[in-house]
């Protein structure tokens, strides 16, 4: 019987390819596009023509920071699975460097906001004058019921116990 031939790692030292294939696929991190909702969202929906772009820059997804080449393709792209799951992830507020230093025992705990997202809007609302509005939903805690409401969830606990 003869050897097993043994595989040869072509691109084992090569850290330059490795560094090429890992950034190739990049996007903005949530934090930095957090702060372009609140700053900046109508000038990224109204670019200027950019013919090195993707769509000469006229369709941008402002959520998830990417170009796409015509209306129908970014319009499916809000249909996505990617774009649900990134709008998900920026209701949660962004990591800020207070709340870094009180994670590292330097202040008191924060629970983060959560925040209404929507979906961008096209670019005939955005010139009507519709932005992209990001709100803080308040959140129903125990202290602002009433008691007569806690009476109450008591009495269905009992006759569910019966």
């Known amino acids: ?3 097993v031939t043994k595989r040869k790692k072509m691109h084992y030292g090569d850290t330059h390819l490795q560094r090429r294939w890992r950034v ?3 996007r903005r991190d949530l934090d930095q596009i957090d702060d372009d909702l609140q700053t900046r969202s109508g000038e990224l929906i109204n670019q200027n023509v950019d013919l090195d772009k993707p769509g000469f820059a006229q369709f941008y997804c402002v959520h998830c920071a990417k170009y796409f080449i015509d209306d129908t ?3 499916a792209h809000f249909r996505t699975k990617v774009h649900k799951r990134r709008l998900k992830a920026l209701e949660i507020e962004p990591y800020s460097i207070e709340e870094a230093e009180r994670a ?3 202040g008191s705990f924060v629970k983060p906001k959560k925040r209404a997202m929507e979906t961008q809007p096209s670019k005939e609302d955005v010139v009507a004058g519709k932005r992209i509005r990001v709100e803080v939903v308040p959140e129903d ?3 602002t019921d009433s008691p007569s409401t806690s009476k109450t969830k008591r009495k269905k606990v009992e006759k569910m116990e019966t």
Request: aromatic share 0%.
């Open 1 to 3: 019987m003869g050897m």
């Open 24 to 26: 190739r696929n990049r």
């Open 73 to 75: 393709a970014m319009q």
């Open 104 to 106: 590292a025992g330097r």
């Open 141 to 143: 805690t125990d202290a």
